[in-house]
């Protein structure tokens, strides 16, 4: 399974200040990715089914582009805003059933609806944050 990220969406899920240092926040948030990387983690539902995380990537938008590149996880910036760049990452994938993480509804409403959702407290609790 794929994971796909919408960066700006799980870093405001988290009032710490990201909104002082975008670049700095997306970096800090995309450096726990790897990790999870080839992972086998539980679902975001109630299932309690395991999710293998084959392959990761995260989109990044404005002041966050630029933001440094770990290893292990593709890293996408997103020329306009990273919801439609998301919508046609999702496209490509869905033959494999992409997870997107995201809160946000007008995204969610856009996405193909073989795409899982989980929102960014999901993530949050992956990564420790």
Do not use: C, H
């Amino acid at each position: 399974m794929r994971l796909i990220v919408d960066v700006a969406n799980v870093m405001g899920s988290r009032p710490d200040g990201w909104w002082r240092d975008r670049r700095g926040a997306a970096t800090r948030l995309l450096a726990g990715l790897p990790a999870l990387a080839g992972a086998e983690v539980e679902g975001p539902d109630e299932s309690g089914a395991l999710l293998r995380l084959d392959a990761i990537t995260a989109v990044v938008e404005g002041a966050a582009r630029g933001a440094a590149e770990p290893g292990g996880i593709l890293v996408v910036a997103a020329p306009a805003d990273g919801d439609s760049t998301i919508v046609e990452l999702v496209a490509a994938e869905a033959s494999l059933r992409p997870l997107v993480v995201t809160a946000d509804r007008g995204l969610r409403a856009r996405l193909d609806p073989a795409a899982l959702v989980a929102g960014p407290g999901w993530l949050n609790r992956l990564l420790g944050r």
